[in-house]
Nanobody, 115 residues
């Protein structure tokens, strides 16, 4: 079992920045990659970005150039640095971990961007 706990969400003005953190605990040896998704009200959960144990990353077009994922393996933590935030970035942001064909999710953290 892998437990993911996100933090760092909040209210920010358009153009501002936030950094989300996700700490993994439990059977972390099972994890191959970690990433972030988000879900806005009335919309489906959307993939944002992913990083493997070796540091390979992939980004959705909607966030390229504005968001950066990073990972501290020693702290079992993945970060999402979000810059140039827009009102349409408002959503619940979820941490995700994949390993051994299983997917794990955090409880989510709310990000609200005011115009």
């Amino acid at each position: 079992q892998v437990v993911l706990v996100e933090s760092g969400g909040g209210l920010v003005q358009a153009g501002g920045s936030l950094r989300l953190s996700c700490v993994a605990s439990g059977s972390i040896f099972r994890i191959d990659s970690m990433g972030w998704y988000r879900q806005a009200p009335g919309k489906q959960r959307e993939f944002l970005t992913d990083i493997t144990t070796y540091g390979s990353t992939i980004y959705a077009d909607s966030i390229k150039g504005r968001f950066t994922i990073s990972r501290d393996n020693a702290k079992n933590t993945v970060y999402l640095q979000m810059n140039s935030l827009k009102p349409e970035d408002t959503a619940v942001y979820y941490c995700n971990a994949i390993g051994e064909s299983l997917a794990y999710w955090g409880q989510g953290t709310q990000v609200t961007v005011s115009s």
